[in-house]
């Protein structure tokens, strides 16, 4: 499915971040929170706007007779970008002897690919979990922004080792976006020499390069995030298309999910629980999508979640 939204990838080409680009276009295949989700930028680190709690109720009146205004419930919220600071460094003695075929500067791509593409990892993981505590680096998850009590679904599953959820999430300016601070700011430095230093404290030359990232996420609406939670290797606690079913039904009509995510578990276990596709038995293939909303399987999401969370 193609992203209809300004993804992270068109964030770095909109802003010139030549260096970037590659990195992003890489590195976030594996997240598919990342790219397949909605992008905006913002201008300094911080900005506030209004969160719809709750819309306005509708009514007719009679001749001569008047209607009592409604509104909708609103509460302003600040959302921060927070600083992403990736830096991989190579050993001069390394670099300058692996040969012909890897030079410093093809070695310095291969090392900022991976450690580019472990940043985006831990991003898709916040981009759930969140931070652990408001004093933690890291930006606030779908886990503690969402509507725990009317956007749920309970799986019932009670084995607390094995927990797992599936995030049914609607990407837009009103609903769900990332958000990148200092204008979209990516920027990658040029590779320079510098000191290391090993366990024991003892310096040694190497390449070394970094880039710097501002981002967040910013949940608009809590009507567009909807969890099943509890998802277990219990019996019958397994994610099914009933459970997926119950919570698209928990979002108004025309403001549905564009996305849902889950792990290969929650994906098997959704394709376990259907029939065989033809009369010889054959096993059902996994699915992509439920009424047209991509399923996107994703690393970012736990296997042993807390039946607490």
């Known amino acids: 499915m193609a992203n209809e939204y300004v993804s992270l990838l068109d964030v770095a080409k909109m802003k010139n971040n030549d260096a970037a680009v590659p990195l992003i276009d890489e590195t976030t295949k594996a997240t598919p929170e990342i790219t397949n989700a909605s992008f905006r930028t913002i201008s300094g680190r911080t900005y506030k706007t209004l969160v719809l709690l709750n819309k306005p109720t509708a009514t007719f009146r009679g001749v001569n007779e008047g209607s009592e205004a409604t509104k909708p419930i609103w509460t302003e919220r600040e959302f921060q970008t927070y600083i992403s600071t990736p830096r991989w460094a190579i050993d001069t003695a390394i670099a300058d002897n692996a040969g012909p075929d890897d030079t410093p500067e ?86 320079y020499i510098g000191d290391e230093f090993d366990a024991s404290g003892k310096p040694y030359r190497a390449y070394k390069q970094d880039m710097t990232t501002y981002i967040g996420v910013q949940v608009a609406s809590q009507n567009a995030v909807c969890r099943i939670k509890k998802l277990t290797e219990d019996s019958g606690k397994g994610l099914t298309d009933a459970l997926i079913y119950k919570a698209l039904a928990k979002f108004k009509v025309g403001m549905g999910p564009t996305a849902i995510f889950m792990n290969m578990r929650s994906l098997e276990q959704l394709r376990s629980s259907r029939t065989a596709t033809n009369a010889t038995g054959t096993e059902a293939p996994y699915p992509t999508a439920i009424n047209n909303i991509p399923i996107l399987v994703t690393e970012s999401l736990s296997n042993t979640e807390a039946l607490t969370l």
């Open 106 to 191: 093809t070695l310095m791509t291969k090392v900022a690919m991976e450690q580019v593409r472990a940043q985006m990892v831990l991003f898709g993981n916040q981009f759930f979990y969140g931070v652990a505590d408001q004093t933690s680096k890291g930006f606030a998850g779908l886990i503690s922004s969402y509507d725990s009590t009317n956007m749920v679904v309970d799986a019932g599953g009670t084995t607390a080792t094995t927990g797992a959820s599936v995030w049914l999430v609607r990407f837009g300016i009103d609903s769900v976006q990332w958000i990148v601070g200092n204008d979209g700011e990516m920027k990658v430095n040029d590779v």
